[in-house]
């Protein structure tokens, strides 16, 4: 992973590189730097890397080819092309870019490639800049103009600007691939872009959504789909739309949940070859982002041999325990894996005590007395409700792996420490967004990856520091698989149909409400963020199925959403951890309830402001 970013001016010299964003850049690759600056005809172009050794020999970017094409590469390619594991796939790529001899030759290359991506490619004999992210924009890219200079700006991170007459950063729409070309004459601060769209089918007409993804732009910036007609080759199948009602599962009794009710629903052959075809797309999925590990000199395997390569963000709910299981699949059994678990401590005042309840309780001072009796068993400031089912998904872990060492992180976060990192790093990562749900899920996530909490081990508490580069996360779940509530609400008023169009409407935008901000995020640890669910062949899977195989939301709470999934957790011998109900970051962690309990998760945010 790293931190690229180019400044393009079509005048010269070139309009320096902003401090704060050259200094975010450097978080998201701390193990090299490299500037190039390259004058063409009357443009200049300002490229800058910042990389994170991820794979094969330490490669500075910008990446030069004797012809002069220059690669800035964010991404980490997991099919599509082939690469040794000695090999890196930066100097791959720019070599199969520099084969291209046309645009098309270009398109049909990054068509293939599976994996997250973002880069910027100057392609010296056309003098061209061609930038875009991956399908679903797993790897943040923004974008920024300033007409008055006639320059724009491409990087993986911003800065919030000091005041609002600056020019204001966007995310790039993960619509297809740019191209904007250096020597073509236009009224002068102006950008024309030429796009060549993500298509599923050669007889389709480019997406619909593209007009919605592209609006908001500044009105000196024209995208324009290509004149040729040429396109990206989508890497996964369209959603299958076929309306079916569940049939296997209603003949069995429903009433109640259990895992030994999700168990009777593996009695139906087609529905238990279904869920291990499941796991084993999911596995290999997790399987290519575990064994992809930064190479390390001889000396430092040593040092860290009891430390884990791969850390997974975990609250004990199903799609990070499944993660976990799988992950435990493919991890040597001799390394350890790290569960990052983050809390915010709660304020006793706000809970309010059982007298002042309604209604009488007669345990209310036996609970007193035992208290007072225990002395050190108090209230927890950071027992909240991801720490207590963390703790309940660690103990199905070891059970399920027992001679694995699980290192259970404990982050625990206080009020002072998140108005304090918020101003300070958290506010300009999650730039552009700025809604209460960005703040409350980049805060979280920032705490989360950075990975500095305690293990607590029998009566002793270790500080802990992870030291993993890869953060596997859970994302894409809930959006393909009906997790969230607001699917049950679309269900009850729309039935199944009206389900479909949401769960199309929620993978469609799953770059613009997440991915960007969580690669920012976790990027500025100098750690890189992988999407398990949002594996390009785990997609095509389930898209492949009707809805009514991956949810029942005529099922209770606890079973119906994410039921296929359930099934997979029960057939990989996981426990209660199977019927857990989905629970937001926002709310597990109770970042949420630090804060105004007025405010709506669609309200622009004030903290995310910098003083």
């Known amino acids: 992973m790293c931190g690229i970013c180019c400044v393009v001016s079509l005048t010269t010299p070139h309009d ?4 704060n964003v050259h200094k975010n850049l450097k978080h998201r690759g701390p193990n090299c730097s490299k500037d190039i600056t390259e004058e063409i005809s009357n443009c200049s172009l300002l490229l800058s890397a910042h990389v994170l050794h991820m794979r094969g020999c330490l490669t500075p970017q910008p990446l030069q080819d004797d012809i002069g094409n220059m690669l800035l590469w964010n991404g980490e390619v997991f099919g599509g092309l082939k690469i040794e594991q000695e090999e890196n796939d930066t100097k791959v790529l720019l070599h199969q870019l520099s084969e291209a001899r046309s645009a098309s030759d270009i398109v049909c290359l990054l068509s293939k490639l599976k994996g997250p991506w973002a880069f910027i490619y100057y392609q010296s004999s056309e003098r061209c800049i061609w930038f875009g992210r991956d399908f679903f924009g797993r790897r943040s890219l923004l974008w920024k103009f300033n007409p008055e200079r006639a320059s724009f700006t491409l ?16 995310e790039v729409p993960p619509c297809g691939v740019y191209k904007f070309d250096l020597t073509e004459t236009s009224p002068i601060g102006t950008f024309i872009f030429e796009l060549y769209p993500w298509i599923f089918h050669s007889d389709d007409k480019p997406n619909e959504s593209l007009e919605s993804k592209c609006e908001g732009l500044s009105r000196c910036v024209s995208v324009n789909t290509n004149s040729s007609g040429l396109y990206l080759t989508s890497p996964v199948c369209p959603m299958n739309t076929s309306i079916s009602s569940p049939t296997a599962e209603q003949d069995l009794n429903t009433s109640q949940t259990s895992v030994e009710n999700l168990k009777a629903f593996l009695t ?43 850390a997974i963000l975990f609250s004990g709910g199903i799609d990070s325990m499944i993660l976990a299981a799988l992950t435990d699949r493919h991890v040597p059994a001799d390394k350890p894996i790290d569960l990052l678990n983050v809390a915010f401590k709660m304020q006793e005042a706000k809970m309010p005590p059982k007298s002042m309840k309604k209604g009488k309780n007669k345990k209310t001072d036996c609970d007193d007395a035992d208290k007072t009796q225990l002395g050190q068993q108090k209230f927890n400031q950071f027992d909240v409700p991801d720490r207590i089912t963390g703790r309940a998904g660690l103990q199905e872990l070891k059970d399920l792996s027992p001679k694995r060492h699980w290192n259970f992180i404990e982050i625990n976060v206080t009020q002072e420490e998140l108005v304090d990192m918020r101003q300070k790093r958290i506010c300009h990562l999650v730039h552009p967004l700025d809604t209460v749900l960005d703040d409350s899920l980049g805060c979280a996530i920032w705490f989360a990856a950075r990975g500095i909490g305690v293990i607590n081990e029998a009566v002793d508490e270790e500080l802990y520091i992870s030291e993993a580069k890869v953060v596997l996360t859970g994302i894409g779940a809930d959006e393909q698989l009906a997790g969230y509530s607001r699917h049950r609400v679309r269900y009850k008023h729309s039935g199944l149909e009206g389900l479909v169009k949401e769960l199309a409407m929620e993978l469609g935008r799953i770059s613009s409400r997440n991915l960007g901000r969580d690669d920012r995020i976790i990027g500025d640890h100098g750690k890189e963020a992988r999407f398990p669910y949002l594996d390009e062949d785990v997609v095509s899977f389930l898209n492949g199925l009707p809805v009514s195989e991956k949810a029942d939301l005529s099922l209770p709470r606890g079973v119906g959403e994410k039921l296929l999934l359930r099934l997979a957790a029960v057939e990989l011998g996981l426990g209660l951890s199977a019927l857990l109900p989905k629970r937001a970051m926002q709310f597990g962690s109770r970042i949420a309830k630090l804060e105004d309990n007025h405010e709506k ?4 945010c004030k903290r995310l402001v910098t003083t």
């Not at 320096?16 to 401090?19: A, T, V």
């Not at 238990?272 to 982002?289: F, H, N, P, Q, T």
Request: net charge negative; hydrophobic share 35%.
């Open 16 to 19: 320096p590189l902003e401090e």
């Open 155 to 170: 990087s993986s991170v911003a800065s919030q600007p000091e005041d609002d007459s600056q020019s204001q950063w966007q």
């Open 268 to 310: 139906n052959t087609d529905k238990k070859a279904m869920v291990g075809a499941l796991i084993d797309v999911l596995s290999e999925s997790v399987r290519k982002r575990v064994q992809y590990l930064p190479a390390q000199d001889a000396p430092e395997v040593a040092l860290n041999e009891t430390k884990a390569d791969i």
């Open 601 to 604: 998760a669609s309200d622009k």
